[in-house]
Structure formats: C-alpha cells, structure tokens
C-alpha cells in the first residue's frame, strides 16, 4: 500500500519533496529555535492572561476570602510561568554559546 504513494513522491524527485522548506542540515535547526520562540511567546501570552483573570477575581472578590486567596494562587502561577520561561531561554542561550565555542566571555 506504501509503495504507490513511495513511487509519486519519488517521481517529484528529490529537489522538490513536497516543497518542503527544510533545504539544509541548519534549517532544521531554525526551525526548532522558531517552534521554541513560539512556545516561549504562548507561555507569556497565557501568564499576561492568568494575571488578568487574577485581577478580575480580585475585583469581583471583594470581602470574600475563598476568591482573594484564589487570584493570590493565580498570580503566583503566573510568575512562576514566566520565571520558568526566562530561566528556559537563559538556559537555553547559556548551551547555545558553549557548543558554538564562543563562551560567555
């Protein structure tokens, strides 16, 4: 079943595979650094989010203790969130420099 779908793709030959955008050994690596940056910006998109809905609880709380306590939980995950983010692309910028052979100097 494999081998008729194998053939088509292997008529189109190998410059044009499925006009993929990968056309060298880096490329690839772009396009994890580009997945990464992506995650990176969701992850503080959603905290920007938490801390609003965190606001909002402490608006609508008012002089109740139960939802007080709750957005104080939600801010507290939403820095911690972000502080996981920015310790993940220092982390992540640290490796980078040390297999490239340049240090932090």
């Given at each position: 079943?494999?081998?008729?779908t194998y053939a088509?793709i ?6 044009n595979?499925l006009n ?29 989010g938490?801390?609003?809905?965190a606001?909002f609880?402490f608006?609508?709380?008012?002089a ?7 957005a104080?939980l939600?801010i507290?995950?939403a820095?911690i969130?972000?502080v996981?983010?920015?310790v993940?692309?220092g982390?992540?910028?640290v490796i980078?420099?040390?297999?490239a052979g340049?240090?932090?100097?």
């Open positions: 079943m494999a081998l008729p088509a292997e008529a189109q030959g190998p410059d595979f993929s955008p990968i056309v060298e050994h880096g490329s690839i690596l772009l396009l994890i650094i580009n997945i990464i940056r992506w995650m990176y910006t969701l992850i503080f998109i959603f905290a920007v938490l801390i609003l809905v606001a609880n608006i609508r709380g008012g109740d203790p139960k939802h007080i306590e709750t104080k939600q507290r995950y820095v969130a972000m996981i983010a920015l993940a692309s982390v992540s910028w980078r420099y040390f297999i340049r240090g932090l100097v």
